[in-house]
């Protein structure tokens, strides 16, 4: 198997880099073959810690541990390269404690992401705040956003019709 593999590239190398880079790939299959236990255990070997974060968020996530998952993406959200996903996911974590300040502010950095996948999402999440916090101008204004700057969004219908009725009740 693909573990086994990189796994012996990983005992045989003397490289550093090239060990770190075998390690990557024994997470992923880990991951992939769903083996929590293996996979957290490799990932604190890793020496890259934005790599080490994003590993262990992952594993965090998937076996259900939202706090500890949290703690790395607050880490990932300081990287170029992860703060989108981070955002997206402190966003849904602090969005399940009742922290919608903190929420928010998540769902604002992974906005910011240029070119971002999940910029929508991010949006929406952002406006769907904006009206449960009572800023009905905010969230009519990023409900219209949304749907002008995502036309293809999944969340689209659900703005404008959040936008149309939140004008009605203004």
């Known amino acids: ?23 990557e790939k024994i997470v ?8 929590y236990g293996e996979a957290e255990k490799n990932a ?3 020496s890259n810690q934005v790599k080490k974060a994003y590993a262990l968020s992952q594993i965090y996530d998937r076996t259900k541990r ?13 990287s170029p390269e992860y703060k989108e ?10 969005y399940s404690k009742g922290s919608l300040a903190k929420a928010k502010d998540s769902y604002t950095q992974a906005y910011s992401v240029k ?7 991010a949006l929406f999440q952002i406006a769907q705040i904006d009206e449960k916090t009572g800023k009905k101008d905010s969230a009519i204004s990023n409900y219209r956003k949304l749907y002008s700057e995502f036309p293809k969004s999944q969340y689209q219908d659900e703005a404008k019709l959040k936008a149309a009725q939140l004008t009605e009740i203004n």
């Open 28 to 35: 992923d299959a880990n991951l992939a073959s769903k083996q």
């Open 115 to 121: 070119n971002g996948t999940y910029r929508d999402i």
């Open 44 to 46: 604190k070997l890793l």
């Open 1 to 23: 198997d693909v573990a086994s593999t990189y796994k012996t590239i990983y005992a045989s190398s003397s490289e550093e880099h090239v060990k770190q880079n075998a390690l």
């Open 85 to 94: 996903y981070a955002g997206i996911n402190l966003g849904k974590y602090y």
């Open 66 to 78: 939202f706090d500890l998952a949290a703690k790395q993406n607050e880490i990932l959200i300081k």
